[in-house]
């Protein structure tokens, strides 16, 4: 099992910063395309950013300037950088990622996801 443990969210008013972190762990021979999605109360899940393992990003139109993606892969961890927060930015942040298990199978997984709120 591989597992993902997302830390960084909370509070912050609107213009602000946070920094996003996620940790893959467990069973883990190469990891591939990590990933942030956020689901909005009321709305399905949708893509934010995501980052290949040579290091090309893809953002959602909505974050473009404002948020970047990155990864340290000697530490299985993708991080998200978060400026120029927006009241719409709200919402829980789920990290994504997969790869390869030592066995040779493969792996998908999520993490369980953490809260950021942009408010005054």
């Known amino acids: 099992q591989v597992q993902l443990v997302e830390s960084g969210g909370g509070l912050v008013q609107p213009g602000g910063s946070l920094r996003l972190s996620c940790a893959a762990s467990g069973d883990i021979f190469s990891v591939n395309t990590m990933g942030w999605y956020c689901q909005a109360p009321g709305k399905q899940r949708e893509l934010v950013a995501t980052i290949t393992g040579g290091g090309t990003t893809t953002y959602a139109d909505s974050v473009k300037g404002r948020f970047t993606i990155s990864r340290d892969n000697a530490k299985n961890t993708v991080y998200l950088q978060m400026n120029s927060l927006k009241p719409e930015d709200t919402a829980v942040y789920y990290c994504?990622?997969?790869?390869?298990?030592?066995?040779?199978?493969?792996?998908?997984?999520w993490g369980k996801g953490i809260m950021v709120t942009v408010s005054s």
């Open positions: 994504n990622t997969n790869g390869l298990t030592p066995g040779g199978g493969t792996f998908r997984s």
